[in-house]
């Protein structure tokens, strides 16, 4: 099925553990992004990458890096793990010149710092 | 920054009831997008809205944006318990980079 994968769905780590989230896109879409959903905060955009090749900050960066390894696949990167980034994270995909069809989300990777 | 405003929080309905959420932007949007997330779930695209005035309708959701596109409004006619989610808009400044402006989402209970 056409759509964003992420991988894995679920992780436990424990403070200071790195690790990474896989995020792949078969939309042929130029942009993606990474986003965390906490209770009563929303989305928040960690960050986003506009194209192949480019990658920029959103609004919560910290602690975090992303890697656009092709114009599929977008990685985040903890390389510190802290129990404040204990959250849902989402990756997203949108193609910028077609308004109609918005971001495509994957399902979801829940993580546990403890 | 640029904020959207979305009420209310929470909605708990009775089945066959309305429901409406309200969004407002504190700068002029030039489009703005609508998701919903069903519990345990991930946010899905509904639609759309760019143009001013522009009202669209999807079965009994009604989406619309205002005459100034600085605010929009989802209703939902005779509520049903697959309705049950949360609902986030989200806007685009006019001008920016085309990032997303997310609302905080307003969650919908509906008791069968």
């Known amino acids: 099925n056409a759509g964003v994968t992420q991988t894995p769905k679920f992780q436990v780590l424990k403070t200071g553990q790195s690790m990474t989230l896989q995020c792949a896109q078969d939309?042929?879409?130029?942009?993606m992004y990474w986003y965390r959903q906490d209770p009563g905060m929303g989305l928040r955009l960690i960050y986003y990458s506009a194209s192949e090749g480019t990658t920029d900050k959103g609004e919560v960066p910290n602690g975090y890096n992303v890697s656009r390894l092709n114009k599929r696949e977008f990685s985040l990167r903890l390389e510190s793990a802290a129990p404040s980034q204990t959250s849902v994270y989402f990756c997203a995909s949108s193609e910028y010149y077609n308004p109609n069809r918005g971001y495509t989300f994957g399902s979801g990777t829940r993580l546990t710092v403890v | 920054g640029q904020q959207v405003m979305q009420i209310p929080q929470y909605q708990h309905v009775q089945e066959g009831e309305d429901f409406t959420t309200y969004c407002n932007s504190s700068?002029?949007?030039?489009?703005i997008q609508w998701y919903k997330q069903r519990p345990g779930g991930h946010p899905v695209f509904l639609i759309q809205?760019?143009?001013s005035g522009e009202v669209k309708k999807q079965k009994r959701l009604t989406f619309q944006f205002g005459e100034a596109k600085k605010n929009s409004s989802l209703h939902i006619t005779a509520t049903q318990t697959t309705d049950v989610g949360t609902y986030f808009c989200a806007g685009v400044n006019a001008g920016n980079n085309r990032k997303l402006i997310w609302g905080l989402g307003t969650s919908l209970a509906v008791n069968p």
């Open positions: 939309m042929n879409h130029n942009s």
């Open positions: 700068t002029t949007l030039s489009n």
């Open positions: 809205l760019v143009k």
